[in-house]
């Protein structure tokens, strides 16, 4: 007996914000073996909601020397995806999978992601920093995606670029809450781990003066100031120079 009220769902679970995932609506984890069916899923997955031309699906399962027989494999490896319950449809030119936000970790991240900012923009900062946070509780390891998948690897670096972004604005929004003392380690950690994002340099700043430790956030700029002049040849930024002066006068 179904329970009025309560979703009923058929719909498997995806995951490219780390090793490929697919999960049944049970739960259990969905096999896809070899290389090509994981990369033309990937490849779909990574435009979800859209239409792939096939001469693209193509490209990514053969490159430049597809078989003759090409269409008709390609048909046989959706067939294959279709039968493990994947829900792609096609059209004259290519073919699209249809995902609900909640069943795909990319679109989850993008949609609160953006819903964190929209919070931040308005002051809203402990609903800003709920939805950032949620949105990299996405991400399973940092090492960019599903991707021993040649064809996405611009696609990778992006979105590794964009998840840093968004961990920046999710310590901002954090900040504003009053959780310096929360964030020191994780900045500390950061900070080393990409010296030249200015950023988060000046985020580590503002929560050591925060919490009363003024020297070792002086000590951060310098430190940051050499790396910068060092690597790149550059000044601090406008920003970091702003923090700088602010922790020098006591604010």
């Not at 096999?31 to 990937?42: C, D, H, K, V, W």
């Not at 792939?52 to 490209?59: D, E, I, K």
Request: some cysteine; proline content about 4%; hydrophobic content about 40%.
């Amino acid at each position: 007996m179904i329970t009025i009220g309560m979703a009923v769902r058929d719909e498997p679970r995806f995951g490219v914000l780390g090793p490929l995932t697919v999960s049944a609506d049970d739960g259990s984890r969905v096999a896809l073996r070899g290389n090509r069916l994981p990369a033309l899923l990937t490849e779909l997955l990574f435009h979800a909601n859209r239409w792939v031309p096939a001469r693209r699906l193509v490209a990514v399962l053969w490159g430049d020397n597809p078989p003759k027989s090409h269409m008709s494999n390609l048909h046989t490896y959706i067939h294959r995806l279709r039968g493990r319950g994947i829900p792609i449809e096609q059209s004259d030119g290519g073919y699209r999978i249809r995902v609900d936000v909640t069943d795909l970790d990319l679109l989850t991240f993008h949609a609160e992601a953006d819903a964190g900012r929209r919070a931040a923009r308005v002051g809203e900062y402990e609903i800003a920093a709920h939805h950032l946070r949620r949105a990299l509780d996405q991400w399973r390891g940092t090492d960019a995606c599903a991707i021993d998948q040649p064809h996405l690897e611009l696609e990778a670096a992006r979105l590794e670029t964009e998840r840093i972004c968004v961990v920046e604005d999710c310590v901002d929004a954090e900040l504003a809450c009053g959780k310096a003392g929360q964030l020191l380690g994780e900045l500390d950690t950061l900070v080393r781990q990409y010296p030249l994002r200015e950023r988060f340099a000046a985020q580590l700043m503002r929560a050591l003066a925060a919490t009363g430790r003024r020297a070792e956030a002086l000590r951060v700029y310098q430190r940051t100031r050499h790396t910068l002049v060092d690597q790149l040849g550059i000044e601090p930024g406008r920003h970091l120079r702003e923090v700088h002066e602010m922790v020098l006068n006591g604010q």
